[in-house]
C-alpha cells in the first residue's frame, strides 16, 4: 500500500474549487478510482506518490 496525493477539481473546469486529498492505495489507478468515487462531479488532475 501508498499513500497518493492527488488533486481533484470539486466541479469539472472550476479550479477554485481545487483541493489536495491523501488516499492509501495499492496503485495509480486505485488511488484514482477512489478519489473519483469520492467526488464523482469532480475531475482529477494528478495523482502524486508520496
Same mark, same amino acid.
Given at each position: 500500500? #501508498?499513500?497518493? &496525493? %492527488?488533486?481533484?477539481?470539486? @466541479?469539472?473546469?472550476?479550479?477554485?474549487?481545487?483541493?489536495?486529498?491523501?488516499?492509501? @492505495?495499492? #496503485?495509480?489507478?486505485?488511488? &484514482?478510482?477512489? @478519489?473519483?468515487?469520492?467526488?464523482?462531479?469532480?475531475?482529477? %488532475? @494528478?495523482?502524486?506518490?508520496?
Amino acid at each position: 500500500m #501508498s499513500n497518493y &496525493r %492527488i488533486t481533484i477539481l470539486k @466541479a469539472k473546469g472550476d479550479y477554485s474549487s481545487k483541493m489536495l486529498v491523501n488516499i492509501l @492505495a495499492h #496503485s495509480v489507478s486505485e488511488a &484514482r478510482q477512489k @478519489a473519483k468515487s469520492m467526488y464523482p462531479m469532480g475531475s482529477v %488532475i @494528478a495523482v502524486v506518490k508520496s
